[in-house]
Nanobody
Framework: QVQLVESGGGSVQAGGSLRLSCAAY????????MAWFRHILGKELEGVAM???????AYTDGVKGRFTISQDNAKNTLYLQMNSLKPEDTAMYYC????????????????WGPGTQVAVSS
């Protein structure tokens, strides 16, 4: 129903910043909630940040104060500004879309982009 394409990943030193982008294509209905999930090596997928169509954000505790999720509805683009990056932020980051409210940290019923890699070195 929707194509999601992430960009902006890369390698950065601890304390540095990256901004991830996600472009959404080919959907007819409004996306109720968009989110960033990540897969840290050796761990399960986890939600990082999510935002509803009105722009209300939510974050997992580990990134509060460091990450900011935002969206540009006119451009169908989602962003994740990541500041003060830590080595433990190293992961594959996925853009996620959900057409149903409420926004949820669950992985079920969502659409996924292919991911973009983020590597944070000490």
């Amino acid at each position: 129903q929707v194509q999601l394409v992430e960009s902006g990943g890369g390698s950065v030193q601890a304390g540095g910043s990256l901004r991830l982008s996600c472009a959404a294509y080919g959907y007819a209905n409004s996306i109720a909630c968009m989110a960033w999930f990540r897969h840290i090596l050796g761990k399960e997928l986890e939600g990082v940040a999510m935002i509803d169509s009105d722009g209300s954000p939510a974050y997992t505790d580990g990134v509060k104060g460091r990450f900011t999720i935002s969206q540009d509805n006119a451009k169908n683009t989602l962003y994740l500004q990541m500041n003060s990056l830590k080595p433990e932020d190293t992961a594959m980051y996925y853009c996620v879309a959900d057409f149903h409210l409420p926004c949820s940290w669950s992985t079920e019923g969502k659409y996924w982009g292919p991911g973009t890699q983020v590597a944070v070195s000490s």
